[in-house]
């Protein structure tokens, strides 16, 4: 009884790493996103599959994908981790209220939104806000997320979407990459290596599009996150299609040049998003009108909107 005691309940590191896979869809990005080695990701997850005695992915040469196990195992322990990490965050700070959720985009949080938050947190010093990690759409309550910073369209079920910004692409590349494949033209990017982000596949397509460009851009390297593209394009492994205010500092910096000088507004937009049960909630409220104010100011001072 005590044997099967133990294996009913695996431990709660293997359980994160198996949640992050599932969610994220990949070992690396469950790496990135615990802090972690891909190695140490893929023994969690071994590990929980022996000891539940079943197959929670099928491995592949393109990647990991639950199984139908997998997927109902994922469903159920996710509102579970979610109340443990709610009820242990409660008793760390002791508030259980004015606490706001947040799920961010790696790279937008990183390099645009973490460096504005201190003033958020000095005008509502009594909002805190706890940070998570979101690729996609996903659901608010099993999470247990007030809002989300969301890439794409104004179409999240059951939740009411704010806009924020628009954002300019262009192809870029490392100078040498660029000195050893001159272009010309625009057609000329379609006989090089082009970067792909997973979650914008007709983003390439839209930008040859805009040129009166019908043929299918090359099949090339894809990445799940804009910071691994722009490490990519630095080492010189080809072109990418980056929204250029994430790049700022490489641009300046000259790690990374304009490719070709034909920049393209994006089919995708950024939004605040909230479920519409969440949307009078004071610490939304505060951040939504907040944010609005720096995207406001951003526009102004920065892109000249």
Same mark, same amino acid.
């Given at each position: 009884?005590?044997?099967?005691?133990?294996?009913?309940?695996?431990?709660?590191? &293997?359980? /994160? %790493?198996?949640? +992050?896979?599932? #969610?994220?869809? !990949?070992?690396? $990005?469950?790496?990135?996103?615990? *802090?972690?080695?891909?190695?140490?990701?893929?023994?969690?997850?071994?590990?929980?599959?022996?000891?539940?005695?079943?197959?929670?992915?099928?491995?592949?040469?393109?990647?990991?994908?639950?199984?139908?196990?997998?997927?109902?195992?994922?469903? &159920?322990? /996710? %509102?579970?981790? +979610?109340?443990? #990490?709610?009820? !242990?965050?409660? $008793?760390?700070?002791?508030?259980? *209220?004015?606490?706001?959720?947040?799920?961010?985009?790696?790279?937008?949080?990183?390099?645009?939104?973490?460096?504005?938050?201190?003033?958020?947190?000095?005008?509502?010093?009594?909002?805190?806000?706890?940070?998570?990690?979101?690729?996609?759409?996903?659901?608010?309550?099993?999470?247990?997320?007030?809002?989300?910073?969301?890439?794409?369209?104004?179409?999240?079920?059951?939740?009411?979407?704010?806009?924020?910004?628009?954002?300019?692409?262009?192809?870029?590349?490392?100078?040498?990459?660029?000195?050893?494949?001159?272009?010309?033209?625009?057609?000329?990017?379609?006989?090089?290596?082009?970067?792909?982000?997973?979650?914008?596949?007709?983003?390439?397509?839209?930008?040859?599009?805009?040129?009166?460009?019908?043929?299918?851009?090359?099949?090339?390297?894809?990445?799940?996150?804009?910071?691994?593209?722009?490490?990519?394009?630095?080492?010189?492994?080809?072109?990418?299609?980056?929204?250029?205010?994430?790049?700022?500092?490489?641009?300046?910096?000259?790690?990374?040049?304009?490719?070709?000088?034909?920049?393209?507004?994006?089919?995708?937009?950024?939004?605040?998003?909230?479920?519409?049960?969440?949307?009078?909630?004071?610490?939304?409220?505060?951040?939504?009108?907040?944010?609005?104010?720096?995207?406001?100011?951003?526009?102004?001072?920065?892109?000249?909107?």
């Amino acid at each position: 009884m005590a044997s099967l005691s133990r294996r009913l309940l695996p431990s709660t590191s &293997a359980l /994160a %790493a198996f949640d +992050s896979v599932a #969610r994220l869809g !990949s070992f690396s $990005a469950a790496a990135e996103e615990l *802090s972690l080695t891909q190695g140490a990701i893929s023994r969690q997850v071994s590990g929980l599959e022996e000891q539940l005695g079943i197959l929670l992915f099928d491995r592949t040469s393109r990647g990991v994908m639950l199984t139908a196990a997998g997927a109902d195992y994922a469903k &159920a322990i /996710a %509102a579970a981790l +979610s109340q443990i #990490r709610s009820a !242990s965050l409660q $008793a760390m700070t002791k508030q259980h *209220s004015d606490q706001l959720n947040l799920a961010i985009l790696p790279t937008f949080g990183t390099r645009w939104l973490m460096p504005r938050i201190p003033q958020f947190v000095a005008r509502h010093p009594e909002i805190t806000l706890n940070f998570a990690t979101r690729i996609g759409t996903f659901d608010f309550d099993r999470e247990g997320i007030d809002m989300a910073i969301h890439v794409g369209q104004p179409d999240w079920p059951g939740a009411e979407s704010t806009f924020l910004m628009e954002e300019m692409v262009a192809p870029v590349s490392s100078p040498a990459f660029l000195k050893a494949h001159p272009i010309k033209k625009g057609q000329d990017l379609l006989h090089l290596p082009l970067l792909h982000m997973a979650s914008r596949p007709g983003a390439w397509a839209h930008w040859f599009e805009s040129l009166g460009i019908s043929a299918t851009p090359s099949e090339g390297m894809r990445f799940e996150q804009f910071g691994n593209v722009a490490q990519a394009c630095i080492a010189g492994l080809g072109v990418a299609l980056m929204p250029l205010f994430l790049i700022d500092s490489e641009l300046a910096s000259g790690q990374l040049v304009e490719a070709f000088p034909h920049q393209v507004r994006s089919p995708s937009a950024y939004y605040a998003v909230a479920p519409v049960s969440k949307k009078d909630f004071r610490p939304v409220m505060a951040f939504r009108a907040w944010l609005l104010e720096e995207v406001g100011r951003y526009g102004e001072e920065v892109v000249g909107w």
